[in-house]
């Protein structure tokens, strides 16, 4: 099946100090998605992004499709980003998403 | 609210025991889904249906159950627990195409003793 790699595999900052995290997939997807999960557990949709740049506020992401890569950048971080950011890929319609390790974020205040 | 809902949230079983982990939807998506995260890790698909009447195993189906006889409900069952089944379960939700995004439930946290 298809594997997905994110890195780094942790992250602490302080706040207002930004980041980028990466996803590597390793088969053509038509389907990517990035996701937070919050400290109490809720997974929260942040993007749909098979490929192409988009942004949300502080959060943005780019999908090379091409090069197998996704990036997440948060920009002048809270510590309410806190949490594990969670990318997930599908290769085609039918299947399911493959999820990746996560990076599990600190924000320091 | 629309969502997905799972229910219950937190439950302890003995080995062996069997029970049923609910998931509804009111989104009418076709998809659905059944996740475990385990600590420290992401989360692994064990079954899911792309429509009702239609199952299919994930990676991690042994020991684990499911039918769809609605497109809102998707339970997953298990069979006889096992302390390795200790993990929080994720019901999830999406469209066939999934552009709007998935729709997670609020995780049911299992511990098989």
């Known amino acids: 099946g298809i594997q997905v790699e994110q890195s780094p595999p942790d992250l602490i900052l302080q706040e207002g100090a930004n980041s980028t995290l990466r996803c590597n997939f390793s088969?053509?997807?038509?389907?990517l998605q990035w996701f937070h999960q919050n400290p109490w557990g809720q997974l929260i949709n942040l993007f749909y992004?098979?490929?192409g740049t988009k942004q949300n506020g502080r959060l943005s992401a780019t999908t090379v499709a091409t090069e197998r890569y996704s990036l997440l950048y948060i920009s002048s971080s809270q510590t309410t980003d806190s949490g594990v950011y969670f990318c997930?890929?599908?290769?085609?319609?039918?299947?399911?998403?493959?999820f990746g390790g996560g990076t599990r974020l600190m924000v320091k205040p | 609210n629309a969502g997905v809902t799972q229910t219950p949230k937190f439950q302890v079983l003995k080995t062996g025991q069997s029970m049923t982990l609910q998931c509804a939807q009111d989104?009418?998506?076709?998809?659905m889904s059944w996740y475990r995260q385990d600590p420290g890790m992401g989360l692994r698909l064990i079954h899911y249906?792309?429509?009702?009447?239609?199952?299919d195993q994930g990676e991690v189906p042994n020991g684990y159950n499911v039918s769809r006889s609605t497109t809102e409900d998707f339970p997953l069952r298990l069979l006889s627990a096992a302390p390795s089944q200790t993990s929080v379960y994720f019901c999830a939700s999406s469209t066939s195409q999934g552009r709007w995004g998935y729709t997670f439930g609020s995780g049911t946290r299992l511990t098989v003793v």
């Open positions: 088969d053509s997807v038509n389907n």
């Open positions: 992004i098979p490929s």
């Open positions: 997930a890929v599908r290769k085609n319609a039918g299947n399911m998403l493959t």
């Open positions: 249906s792309v429509g009702a009447g239609i199952t």
């Open positions: 989104m009418n998506h076709e998809y």
